[in-house]
């Protein structure tokens, strides 16, 4: 075997309670995106998936002894944003089991967390041996055709850190990711086959419990697929565009790497086709900026209404506030079987809200297009954070109730998180404020979180007014009544339930 790719367990540090239950188990987009790219060029791979599976550090060891691949590949991303910064928890615990145990594979690292830190990681980590500057395309092509990875023939794959003979971290030529012109081509779908499950298909993977209309029945089987990868636009708190490095250096900031690809339209369209045919209709359409451009949306959505005349199909998809104006997409996007839409509201306050995003909202009036969403038969997941630059106590009370007016079904709230790779951490190191040391303070779950102060607040009174606000939204009459008409009160017990799992908090623990 050529490369075992590993998706990591972090979900008891990174989830708490939530992770019983609550917490998504999504399909690893980018192991299978990589897997089957090398596949498509000759290459033998596997994937375990720990955390689908919940496997223990001794069943992974005995699994890669009996596969015996040539390299050991952690993939390190998940279903947040965060989640390339927190799952790096249970997959350095797993590497440093393997190579207590003397494992003798070389172990290498594809992740945000490791692309926008590579020497650092490698500083840290004596359990990684080398990690790959971007999405690793072309690096894994280069290695399947390698009889062995050593010390001496290391520097010739390109796109990586790695520790010489002399301990010293050296990078190697740095080389780009797949062009749009050769998406299908490179990055020719995915290894749906290789994922684990019980009984049937994608069985062991689920969605939130909003998506499936917060009823446990519509949550598995479940999948993530991604129609276009990236995004042009330049938000402080965002590192999704560090996928896209290029280049060696030692810090990444994503706002450097904006940029989109694109597969084809019939390319994707037999991905999703695949999807069906396993019994999965309940999907996440993972793009940052899904209904962004029309040359590629309208017929993918044209073209998914066709599998969609029995309104099947349970998917939901990002989408910038200030696209979805026109009810003729809207129209187009419903038929489709997209029943969500996600909806980046991020703060309350106008001031707040253009700052952050960097030219990625045009001025809009947010009450208008929500109720224009909802007219159109598709449900409203509005994201909102706390703590931004430039926030107060009553900003933050003003975007609650903002929330609370706009009463959508779905509310995602998290408290402001410097991620590596993005350019509010970039910012506090420059101005020398306090950072999470480990990676679960990266976690917006976590019990040990520690999100960004504010010129005007606390991290502490930050995250404390967010729990708050998800206890006080989650148990209003009006948004459970709204529920109840939509879902049944089956959905509102649910609800009730999920409310009764309260997260620990050590920085507001340490305040009482």
């Avoid at 004596?126 to 399947?144: A, M, T």
């Avoid at 607040?457 to 009459?477: V, W």
């Amino acid at each position: 075997m050529d490369v075992l790719f590993i998706t990591p367990n972090s979900a008891k540090k990174v989830y708490q309670d939530l992770s019983n239950k609550l917490s998504a188990i999504e399909t690893p987009t980018w192991s299978l995106l990589l897997a089957e790219s090398c596949r498509s060029k000759g290459g033998n791979v596997a994937i375990m998936d720990c955390l689908a599976e919940n496997l223990s550090h001794e069943d992974a060891y005995q699994r890669i002894k009996n596969l015996n691949p040539k390299l050991i590949c952690f993939v390190v991303y998940g279903q947040n944003v965060n989640a390339g910064t927190t799952n790096m928890v249970g997959a350095v615990e797993l590497s440093k089991f393997l190579k207590d145990k003397n494992i003798g594979i070389p172990i290498s690292y594809i992740g945000s967390y490791v692309q926008a830190l590579p020497k650092k990681v490698l500083l840290d980590e004596k359990s990684i041996d080398f990690i790959f500057i971007n999405e690793g395309v072309y690096s894994l092509h280069k290695i399947i055709k390698m009889k062995e990875i050593n010390n001496s023939n290391i520097e010739d794959i390109p796109g990586i850190f790695f520790r010489n003979d002399k301990g010293e971290i050296v990078p190697t030529e740095p080389i780009g990711v797949v062009p749009t012109e050769k998406m299908d081509q490179d990055l020719p779908g995915y290894a749906w086959d290789l994922l684990p499950y019980k009984e049937k298909p994608l069985d062991l993977y689920r969605s939130p419990l909003w998506h499936s209309e917060y009823q446990e029945e519509f949550r598995s089987p479940y999948a993530a697929i991604q129609t276009s990868l990236g995004c042009q636009f330049k938000c402080s708190f965002c590192m999704i565009n560090i996928v896209n490095k290029n280049n060696n250096d030692e810090l990444g900031v994503a706002s450097n790497y904006s940029g989109m690809r694109f597969w084809s339209t019939n390319f994707i369209i037999k991905e999703f086709k695949k999807l069906f045919e396993l019994g999965v209709y309940t999907i996440k359409i993972t793009d940052e900026m899904f209904l962004l451009n029309p040359k590629y949306y309208i017929p993918l959505c044209e073209a998914l209404a066709e599998y969609n005349k029995k309104d099947k199909l349970k998917m939901w998809a990002y989408s910038r506030i200030d696209t979805v104006k026109r009810p003729e997409i809207l129209d187009k996007v419903r038929k489709a079987g997209i029943k969500w839409l996600c909806l980046g509201i991020e703060s309350g306050r106008k001031d707040i809200r253009l700052e952050v995003s960097k030219g990625k909202f045009e001025d809009v009036d947010v009450t208008k297009i929500v109720k224009q969403v909802e007219a159109s038969d598709i449900n409203v997941l509005a994201n909102y954070i706390y703590g931004l630059p430039g926030e107060t106590r009553e900003s933050i009370e003003h975007t609650y109730k903002l929330s609370e007016e706009l009463n959508t079904l779905g509310w995602n709230t998290y408290a402001a998180m410097a991620l590596p790779g993005s350019q509010l951490y970039s910012d506090a190191l420059k101005n020398n404020i306090s950072l999470p040391e480990k990676y679960e303070e990266f976690s917006f779950h976590s019990y040990s979180t520690k999100p960004l102060p504010t010129e005007h607040m606390e991290a502490h009174e930050i995250l404390k007014l967010r729990d708050e606000k998800f206890i006080q939204y989650f148990t209003n009459s009006k948004f459970l009544e709204k529920i109840g008409k939509k879902f049944g009160i089956n959905a509102v017990k649910n609800i009730q339930d999920m409310v009764k799992i309260k997260l620990k908090r050590k920085i507001i623990e340490e305040k009482i």
